[in-house]
């Protein structure tokens, strides 16, 4: 069964700084990787979708890269604002369905 | 097109209690999911549908639960006899799957399900 995996699960940093944050995942059988942002209470944002023969996709201020062989995903968010507090989740799918980490919770200070 | 739509967005009920919670997908999705997500938690699977049938369930998915994707559009999913532990969000999502695998999904808002 996958096991995805994500660190840290809090992240506090002020505004304007760059980050990192880190998706692991047991299967490297993997189809796709997908980036979402969660804000308290609601669904789920898609970010980024990484094809498993890509090894990254980039919107905006965030990048996402994939290294299957190693079973990891990291997502760089670039000039971090205070709109981007949020809870980041990675999914890792098969053909079927995605396998979610529990997520990283941003805060950025103003 | 709007996006995945869940109805309601929140749900109280009394323990005990039959509940319904509707989904109606991106119309040109043919995959529609059903997940869990329980406070700090990441969603955890329940159900897919491929059109109308129904490919596979979760062990979470107790003899209290069903679904149904009637015509390949909007999904149900009704809890019987809910129970405290059933209070959770109830997430919808949906994709394009086309042979190889599937496009990238979207998700509703959610139905937030209180027990009491």
């Known amino acids: 069964k996958q096991e995805v995996t994500q660190i840290p699960a809090a992240l506090s940093v002020p505004e304007g700084e760059n980050l990192v944050l880190n998706c692991s995942f047991t299967?490297?059988?993997?189809?796709?990787l997908q980036w979402f942002r969660q804000d308290p209470g609601k669904g789920l944002t898609s970010l980024l979708l990484?094809?498993?023969?890509?090894r990254e996709q980039t919107s905006g201020r965030l990048n996402a890269s994939l290294d299957k062989s190693s079973g990891r995903s990291t997502l760089y968010i670039a000039a971090s604002q205070p709109g981007d507090s949020a809870t980041y989740l990675c999914?890792?799918?098969?053909?079927?369905?995605?396998?979610f980490g529990s997520g990283t919770k941003l805060n950025v200070k103003p | 097109d709007t996006g995945v739509s869940q109805d309601p967005r929140h749900k109280i009920t009394k323990r005990g209690q039959n509940v319904t919670f509707r989904c109606d997908p991106i119309?040109?999705?043919?995959?529609l999911y059903w997940y869990r997500q329980t406070l700090g938690q990441g969603p955890e699977f329940l159900t897919y549908?491929?059109?109308?049938?129904?490919?596979?369930k979760s062990r979470l998915l107790s003899d209290r639960f069903s679904a149904e994707r009637p015509k390949g559009s909007f999904s149900t999913l009704e809890i019987q006899r809910t129970e405290q532990g059933d209070s959770a969000m109830y997430l919808c999502?949906?994709?394009?799957?086309?042979?190889?695998?599937?496009?990238?999904?979207?998700f509703g808002q959610g139905t937030r399900l209180t027990v009491v």
């Open positions: 549908f491929q059109n109308e049938a129904q490919l596979e």
């Open positions: 990484i094809q498993s023969s890509q």
């Open positions: 999914a890792a799918s098969n053909f079927n369905k995605f396998y």
């Open positions: 119309s040109e999705h043919n995959r």
């Open positions: 999502a949906s994709s394009y799957y086309a042979g190889q695998g599937f496009t990238e999904a979207f």
């Open positions: 299967d490297s059988a993997i189809y796709n």
